[in-house]
């Protein structure tokens, strides 16, 4: 997706949520744009970022300059459980070296395939949490919106969030039907994982796509 139509896909999103100061999830932040890009469409808005890979996460620190104070990074993947997990850093050769947008949870499957010019690195071990632990400790009980780019580990984060996704409005994700990633769930197995939720729109692209989730109970 380009830059503008990325921007017109916040802009969308922004006017759904139809408030000044949301909270926003970003989970696996990598660098940051996306959050940036909420931060400047809503300047109040609460924003809480996570990404594991340390190279993005620094990426992060070095790009947000003065956002940094308005923007919560917690450098941890969320998954089903708490503790340490693999995680599998992607790279690439050539001018995509240091290609860090692929990483994941998930041991990549299809993935190698599919893209064949991105690679992974041996697995590097990260802290990860359970969304619902980490709401429950920062005394967060609502969320306004999870943009959320896992890759494949949506399955994951959805177990370790039951509680507070019954909580939460929006849910922005990837989503593709090639397992990328070894046991990434398809949409409409993700969809059966929220049963409270349907899909407001979606954006194809290629062999993978993005969808916006609504939760009808709210």
Same mark, same amino acid.
């Given at each position: 997706?380009?830059?503008?139509?990325?921007?017109?896909?916040?802009?969308?999103?922004?006017?759904?949520?139809?408030?000044?100061? %949301?909270?926003? #999830?970003?989970?696996?932040?990598?660098?940051?744009?996306?959050?940036?890009? #909420?931060?400047?469409?809503?300047?109040?808005?609460?924003?809480?970022? #996570?990404?594991? =890979?340390?190279?993005? @996460?620094?990426? #992060?620190?070095?790009?947000?300059?003065?956002?940094?104070?308005?923007?919560?990074?917690?450098?941890?993947? !969320?998954?089903?459980?708490?503790?340490?997990? *693999?995680?599998?850093?992607?790279?690439?050769? =050539? $001018? @995509?070296?240091?290609?860090?947008? $692929?990483?994941? !949870?998930?041991?990549?499957?299809?993935?190698?395939?599919?893209?064949?010019?991105?690679?992974?690195?041996?697995? &590097?071990?990260?802290?990860?949490?359970? /969304?619902?632990?980490?709401?429950?400790?920062?005394?967060?009980?609502? !969320?306004?919106? !999870?943009?959320?780019?896992?890759?494949?580990? *949506?399955?994951?984060?959805?177990?370790?969030?039951?509680? &507070? /996704?019954?909580?939460?409005?929006?849910?922005?994700?990837? =989503?593709?039907?090639?397992?990328?990633?070894?046991?990434?769930? %398809? +949409?409409?197995?993700?969809?059966?994982?929220?049963?409270?939720?349907?899909?407001?729109?979606?954006?194809?692209?290629?062999?993978?796509?993005?969808?916006? +989730?609504?939760?009808?109970? /709210?």
């Amino acid at each position: 997706m380009d830059p503008v139509c990325e921007l017109n896909v916040h802009r969308q999103i922004v006017s759904l949520l139809d408030k000044p100061n %949301p909270v926003i #999830f970003d989970i696996g932040c990598n660098d940051g744009s996306d959050a940036q890009r #909420f931060l400047r469409l809503l300047p109040s808005a609460q924003l809480y970022c #996570f990404e594991p =890979d340390p190279r993005a @996460a620094a990426r #992060f620190k070095e790009k947000m300059g003065s956002d940094r104070d308005r923007m919560r990074l917690s450098e941890v993947a !969320i998954s089903d459980r708490n503790g340490m997990i *693999e995680f599998h850093p992607s790279n690439g050769n =050539d $001018s @995509a070296k240091e290609w860090d947008l $692929s990483g994941s !949870i998930r041991r990549p499957k299809n993935h190698l395939s599919e893209y064949e010019w991105v690679r992974f690195d041996p697995p &590097i071990s990260v802290e990860t949490r359970r /969304l619902d632990d980490w709401c429950s400790e920062a005394g967060l009980e609502n !969320i306004d919106l !999870i943009w959320m780019d896992v890759q494949g580990a *949506e399955a994951d984060v959805i177990a370790g969030g039951n509680q &507070i /996704l019954m909580r939460t409005r929006y849910i922005y994700t990837e =989503d593709s039907d090639h397992e990328l990633y070894e046991g990434q769930l %398809p +949409l409409r197995a993700i969809l059966e994982l929220l049963p409270s939720f349907q899909m407001v729109v979606e954006y194809p692209r290629g062999v993978e796509g993005d969808v916006l +989730l609504k939760n009808t109970s /709210l």
